[in-house]
């Protein structure tokens, strides 16, 4: 057992390469922390933004501000009779289709709605029976990309009559029959909206939320690296210390 005073104190002893390592990284995880809260500001400041101009412009206004993917829209019109079903769906281990149809508001250029998700028919050749409201009817919902997988494949193209089983919804392809239609596509927001099928969508993983937590793993790294640098710096003092 070592006695008490035979215990060599702790003393600061400078190591140039731990504080040039300390001196790169330590700006660099501050800088990535202090990055990641102003995108949290921005997307903050960006949400409340779109909330507001859901409720306070027209879709024409919402076109000439500029559509953004998941900005916040709330439109009235009617269905139109244009109906894609997107094949290779799956929810919960099922195969399915996701219902996009054309919408045609009030004014303004008509868009396509995301209608959520539906089963699909045991048999191939089958297609499930889309009811699509009538008359006029309000939606609220978030835009977002035209869909498009991956790994494209030929469409058919002797279908005859709506709807129409497709493997991805081009924007230009439906623009050659739609000129005038909108650049991005409106999901509906839930269920409970007018022509909604299954529309769970993933939440935003990009939130505001996202960009504070990363910016706390920034800052947690940067004081971690504070602390074991002091740890290191303090070293017992002795023959054994000396050297190098």
């Known amino acids: 057992m070592v006695a008490p005073d035979s215990v060599e104190p702790r003393r600061w002893r400078f190591d140039w390469r731990l504080m040039v390592f300390a001196g790169i990284f330590l700006p660099l995880l501050i800088g990535l922390g202090l990055w990641q809260l102003d995108r949290a500001a921005e997307k903050k400041a960006r949400l409340a933004q779109w909330q507001q101009q859901a409720t306070e412009l ?24 244009n109906t894609w079903l997107l ?10 289709y996701e219902v996009l149809t054309l919408f045609r508001p009030d004014s303004g250029s008509p868009l396509v709605i995301n209608r959520g998700w539906v089963l699909a028919p045991r048999r191939r050749d089958e297609l499930p029976d889309i009811n699509t409201p009538e008359g006029e009817v309000a939606v609220s919902g978030r835009l977002s990309e035209y869909p498009v997988p991956p790994v494209l494949m030929q469409t058919p193209d002797d279908q005859v009559g709506w709807p129409k089983r497709v493997q991805a919804l081009i924007r230009a392809e439906v623009s050659a ?3 005038d239609v909108a650049p991005l596509v409106l999901r509906l927001k839930g269920p409970d909206q007018p022509g909604a099928y299954r529309a769970d969508w993933a939440p935003d993983t990009m939130g505001p939320q996202t960009h504070y937590g990363y910016a706390v793993q920034w800052f947690s790294l940067a004081a971690a690296l504070v602390i074991l640098t002091l740890v290191a710096s303090y070293r017992r003092t002795g023959n054994n210390n000396d050297n190098g």
């Open 58 to 81: 027209s879709w024409p206004q919402h076109i000439a501000e500029g559509l953004q993917p998941g900005q916040p829209v709330t439109l009235t019109g009617e269905y139109g009779n």
């Open 87 to 96: 094949d290779n769906r799956t929810r919960d281990g099922a195969a399915g």
């Open 177 to 179: 029959q739609i000129p």
